[in-house]
């Protein structure tokens, strides 16, 4: 009978336990919210980075400036140690303001907005005039043949599918026309290559976007025009033959040192479990990079100062990455992995934010096939406590960035905020610091620092 | 052995019919959705409402021509039969632009940005100037009592509580120093009241919105300043006396004609089963009233016209309510509940959307008492349906329009978009069509029209 009892007790104190550690887990989280929507420094981080620091394609004086900026407010955080790690990327540069006209067959000039996209070459110095062929993807291209292609500029116009709910999906179906269209269409003799932007909205704001070419030999200009004028392009055509006049002298200058910027909390228990968070410092250079990604990086930033702000020190170390050269290259995320790999560390788990500073929806998760299943099971146990801020789970990508460190067998997670103005803004001169909403930044930081306290707290086996 | 098998059978086709019933409201609603973002009316509906008919405040010219332009949209539609259900309203008007300013003690003014609130009283012609007293709240102004308030300017600062994740809980407790201030404020000899503007937000735009006089003999001038500017004025205060100068002539003309607009698609099986839903039609005079609440409008045409385009014939009366006069006394809410009542009309469900058009996370439901439980347990086994949408079910209030319906006994419902962006906009000029974005609205429709065509279809117990 006495056994029977404290069997019981034991039983109802190892409930009581449990309980009181949720309770404990749900105070900190919301201690961390309280502190993010009252005192939080992401949206005057971002200000900064925005106003003095826009347009940082990785390699330009501004990316550069970016760097000391993020650095220098990363060092003023007490107990964070910060480094720059050696990155070479390759620079990029726009030039001139690209032009595009469509030239009527009376001489007359109609503009287009015409955006150069990353990596491509420029025109002749005279620009150059060809007639347009438009076609709704790769395989068209290819169907059509050399005879039908040669000479001409190939316009890839297949829209978005706005009927996706998750933009990214929606991107994901289309952006093959502006990566790889106009390497494609050089295969086939064309002169250059338009691609419609991509965004499912109509609107005049072109969009860039990197572009590679296969083949080092063929290179042809690729440029994004609106969408608003890639209607009017495809009804001229739709109208007879329409020749177009492009100009630009945008061109790849070389490698040039772009650092990514690190900001680390060493673990007390664990320091060699590392949870990383991060985002990319690059942008591109028009707009501001607002929401791509200055958002992800200040809220990576902003994980170290609210676990300092609410006095949680930390078991494992908490290493917050601001990557460089995402964009155009992947290189800050390749040389961060390669290093790693070298000294043998070990990423328990890595969150990357570089969706947009919207409102935070969940997250989704990815890791080594081997490990991905204890992982998934162990953090859903946590879901209860990250609901009732509107947060899901789910199985999917995580980050650009992050994913050459699949091979470590750690976890690796994407913030998702809501999808539904990203490409508004996505790789514009319109992605501002004024179109970012304080709270909704705020949330996915404190969303962020959540997950992040809960996995430091317990690990994920 | 046979009966056996047969059972077998039976069960097998009705959990196959069950799945196939499934897939098939599954495929229903995703064909809402697709419909929505390829044709969606919604957006182009709202930027007209906006542009031409904005700052529709009940009773004004403006709110006459949102009658007539909304009217002849649903008319448009096919099997919607239109109406207009007469309803006077309280019309007050704005007048000349408010001065407020802050009087040195050399003379020198320095301006605040401010907005009269609805329903305010006027200041006298030539202005008023009085020392100003900063208050916390309703009760202060008690505990201060008459010797400390009489002759006074009071300043309601009580900021909205930021650590509310949604902003709507904030807003609630706060508002009641714009709805009851100024008359508080009166009662205890005050010659005026200015109230902190209901945002979260620090910016430099002002927040009408409706103010209520206990006491027909004491009413004085009442006006909002900018978040800005109370903390301006806030800081002045802390130095010493200061002095503020209005200037407002607002005033309320009397009673006037501003209907409510009513489109109807007639039930096939149970036309005397009334699914309702709505918006407000009025909006404030400032701004063009675009998430507040043309979305509401908008989204509630756009469930008939979705129900047209995909071939849905309703079983029950889908009836489409703008309501007149939400913002400055609920006339449009109130005559419609009666008129009701005195049909003995049943309202099976009524969906308000008054909470901007933003992306939208689910559905709050009430009801009467004695009647909730049934309604709540049968709606919630379509959450899976709605689950991949984002949306969420919870209890909580629905909408003011429809609130009066509540004796009717049926299943009053808010939709419950993302909050976080509202009190950037809410009763101020900055509510206008470009911060409306076109996806989020459009969802919120399709959000709308997938539950009521499950409770259409299904009914509710």
New interface residues.
């Given amino acids: 009978m006495f056994r029977i009892l404290s069997l019981i007790i034991i039983v109802e104190l190892m409930i009581s336990n449990n309980i009181n550690a949720q309770d404990q887990d749900a105070h900190t989280i919301k201690k961390i ?2 502190e993010v ?2 005192n939080g420094m992401a949206y005057q981080w971002l200000h900064t980075l925005c106003t003095k620091h826009g347009g940082r394609i990785a390699g330009s004086d501004a990316y550069l400036g970016a760097v000391n900026y993020t650095e220098s407010q990363l060092k003023s955080l007490s107990g964070v140690k910060t480094s720059k790690q050696d990155c070479e990327a390759s620079y990029w540069k726009r030039g001139n303001k690209e032009q595009v006209y469509i030239v009527g067959s009376d001489g007359k000039r109609k503009k287009l907005d015409a955006l150069a996209l990353g990596n491509s070459v420029g025109t002749p110095a005279e620009g150059l005039t060809a007639e347009v062929i438009e076609v709704q993807g790769l395989d068209e291209v290819e169907k059509l043949g050399k005879d039908k292609i040669k000479g001409k500029i190939v316009f890839f116009n297949r829209p978005m599918d ?2 996706h ?1 998750r ?1 990214f999906t929606a991107y994901g179906g289309a952006v093959d026309q502006r990566v790889y269209g106009p390497s494609k269409a050089a295969e086939y003799g064309a002169v250059a290559a338009l691609v419609r932007s991509m965004t ?2 109509m609107d005049d704001f072109p969009h860039t976007g990197v572009t590679i070419y296969k083949d080092t030999l063929q290179r042809v200009p690729g440029l994004a025009i609106s969408t608003n004028d890639a209607q009017k392009l495809s009804l001229a055509l739709k109208k007879g033959v329409v020749n177009v006049f492009i100009k630009t002298n945008c061109k790849t200058i070389g490698m040039r040192s772009a650092p990514t910027v690190i900001g680390e909390i060493k673990g007390t228990e664990f320091p060699n479990e590392i949870i990383l968070v991060g985002g990319h410092l690059d942008s591109w250079d028009v707009g501001q990079g607002a929401h791509d990604d200055g958002a992800g990086c200040v809220q990576a930033m902003e994980v170290l100062r609210l676990f300092n702000a609410i006095g949680y020190q930390p078991k494992r170390t908490i290493r917050c990455v601001l990557f460089s050269n995402e964009e155009n290259g992947l290189a800050g995320g390749r040389t961060y992995a390669k290093e790693s790999n070298d000294k043998g560390e070990f990423h328990l788990a890595a969150l990357e934010s570089d969706s947009g500073g919207f ?1 935070p ?1 969940g997250f989704s998760f990815e890791a080594d096939t081997s490990v991905f299943k204890t992982y998934y099971k162990h953090v859903s146990q946590w879901l209860p406590l990250l609901k ?3 947060l ?1 789970f789910e199985m999917g990508g995580s980050g650009a960035d992050i994913s050459p460190l699949k091979s470590q067998k750690g976890l690796l997670i994407g913030l998702r905020p ?1 999808s ?2 990203y490409f ?1 803004f996505h790789h514009t001169a319109n992605d501002l610091i004024q179109n970012v ?4 930044l705020e ?1 996915g930081a404190a969303a962020m620092a959540s997950l992040v306290f809960l996995i430091d707290k317990y690990g994920i086996k």
């Fill in positions: 919210h309280n929507l009252t706005p009927t709910i933009t499912t909205s409102s929806k009732s801020y509107g899901q809501d539904q103005r508004d909403n304080k709270r909704e949330l």
